[in-house]
């Protein structure tokens, strides 16, 4: 599913279903927290979440934001990225389909790419007794700024 801003109205109708089939209440501040992360359109973490609904002059606690979360992890609409044991951040499920990432072991830089030489290699791509739903590799390894640092480093301990 390639993400379009009219995903927004199918995101929001399954967090309804959702909330509903869990007999939970659709509040104010679980409307705010879900529409602030459906405007973001990149990774994020409880804490961005709340410093933007600060900066909109919407209070909330960070415990509602993670709370809002986990809902939307259950509901499959977000996903959760453990880049390492330190890096945890979330996106939507439906634009984490669509990319992979890159993660720097120097300076833990997460960056998102596309490529269409992967996806074509894994469409389609069948798992006995696994019926995948989704799938996101990770890249680690060194930026070119970290990689640019210890060429440096290295001319320097030279001289
Ligand atoms: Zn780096």
């Not at 379009?4 to 679980?30: A, C, G, M, W």
Request: proline share 1%; with cysteine; aromatic share 14%.
């Amino acid at each position: 599913m390639n993400y379009t801003y009219n995903n927004d109205d199918i995101l929001r109708k399954s967090f309804s279903e959702y909330l509903k089939s869990k007999k939970l209440r659709q509040t104010t501040e679980r409307d705010a927290i879900f529409a602030k992360i459906c405007q973001t359109k990149n990774l994020f973490t409880p804490d961005t979440i709340w410093k933007q609904l600060e900066d909109d002059h919407f209070h909330v606690s960070r415990a509602s934001i993670y709370n809002t979360i986990v809902l939307l992890l259950d509901a499959k609409i977000v996903v959760r990225h453990q880049f390492s044991s330190t890096i945890i951040q979330y996106e939507l499920k439906c634009i984490a389909e669509q990319h992979h990432y890159t993660i720097c072991t120097s300076c833990n830089v997460v960056s998102e790419i596309k490529n269409d030489k992967i996806n074509n290699h894994f469409s389609g791509y069948k798992i006995s007794k696994f019926a995948s739903e989704y799938y996101t590799l990770y890249f680690y390894g060194i930026c070119s700024k970290c990689k640019y640092k210890q060429m440096h480093n290295i001319m320097k301990t030279k001289e």
